[in-house]
């Protein structure tokens, strides 16, 4: 699986009661990622779009953590800031 070969950070958010994606994708995904330390992952319940009760702190606490991190890719000196 190419999931394998991920080295970015990764954050899954994903159900046990999804209607439209079967949880053994996510299972699947998970089992793919172990090797990657930057992975993350948010199992939880509800229909496919509901979202989880915790999904904006968990996302933004997630991305901070990674942004600007030592050895995070810098952008390019003429990219405006973000």
Do not use: C
């Not at 996510?26 to 992952?41: G, I, M, S, T």
């Not at 229909?47 to 810098?74: C, I, M, Q, T, V």
Request: glycine share 6%.
């Amino acid at each position: 699986m190419a999931a394998a070969r991920l080295t970015v950070p990764v954050q899954l958010w994903a159900s046990r009661d999804d209607d439209q994606i079967p949880f053994t994708n996510a299972e699947r995904l998970q089992k793919a990622l172990a090797h990657n330390p930057r992975a993350e992952f948010h199992f939880g319940r509800g229909l496919h779009n509901e979202r989880a009760a915790d999904f904006e702190r968990g996302s933004s606490s997630s991305s901070s953590r990674y942004l600007g991190a030592p050895g995070a890719p810098k952008p390019p000196a003429s990219a405006p800031p973000a």
